[in-house]
């Protein structure tokens, strides 16, 4: 069902005040250039200021000190209108309807528990010993194995896969196909092949994570991998064994941790990281994108960069092989400055 909000109700939610009409009704959210009458639009960037003397947004998110060039439409003047947009899209999500029902293709076991709120759709799986919360949102084909827990308001979509003991917290999002609790890649060489090393830990999720489509996180070894609360995890990430991923960090899409790193709370790690085994990175630590990071960062607070900024193909070409004459262009450079010395003497 369509929902329906007064400019006055927005406002309350997001904070702001109304500038205009407060009984306006607002169905839904747009760009300012693809707004229609009847929805709210916003005005974050700048560059976009052009568009709200052409839109056709009943109403627009502005900052506080902005002087709107349109009189015909309302407004919400708010202190930061991106962070407000982000408020008010909760408010249109139908996701958040969740009505209690159970498919009858649905398989239970006797010993799982379902709260009387929760919705379970076709396919899904559910193994024994497992918990199921209020409000819980268990999409088709998703497969809970034994003696996992899935908290209060946590939304599972469709095809996500819970291996054996994993725990996942309550108001989490975990987009479709992502699978937690895989076996770590743990092997131990010997003189015929490979040795595996069976993974015995599990894999904790914290209150308020949101995991992305298509991403991994595997159970520990010994003890658990842990993500910890208001997470946020892009599409195709591989999160490896014991990992520790601190609370309100962001993960961008591709990036790979290796086992046993621990990650700051309220770190970014931009898209294409890769981060090796066995390091800690302080709190606060920004990773620029497709950086690689090979040791630890004590330092809060730290950026860190590794990857070569966009250039030519043909400029590309030549640096590479200046790349290749660093050693003996640096061993000429000390010669030189050998000689130099000399001659001062």
Known sequence: MPKYYTLSEIAQHVGGQVEGDEHLQIAGLSTLESAQPGSLSFLANPRYA?????????????????EPPKADIAYIRVPNPYLAYAKASALFDWRDDVTPHVATSAVIHCEASVAPTAFIADGAVIGAGSSIGEG????????????????????????????????????????????????GFGFAPSANGWEKIHQLGGVR??????IGANTTIDRG????TVVEDGAIIDNLVQIAHNVLIGEKTAIAGCTGIAGSTKIGARSTLAGGVGVAGHLVLA??????????????????????????????????KRNVVRFKQLDSMAKRIALLEQKVENISS
């Open 50 to 66: 052009k568009y709200l003397k052409s839109t056709d947004a009943t109403a627009v998110l502005v900052a506080e000190t902005l």
């Open 136 to 183: 819980v949102y268990v999409g088709p084909n998703v497969t809970i194995g034994r003696y996992c827990h899935v908290g209060s308001g946590t939304r599972l979509e469709a095809g996500v896969v819970l291996y054996d003991h994993v725990n996942v917290g309550e108001r989490c999002l975990i987009h479709s196909n992502a699978v937690l609790g895989a076996d």
């Open 205 to 210: 999720i914290g209150h308020g994570v949101e």
């Open 221 to 224: 070894a010994l003890s658990d």
């Open 283 to 316: 709190e606060k630590t920004h990773v620029t994108a497709m950086s690689l990071v090979s040791r630890s960062v004590t330092e809060p607070g730290q950026v860190v960069s590794s990857g070569t900024g966009q250039e030519g193909h043909t400029s590309w």
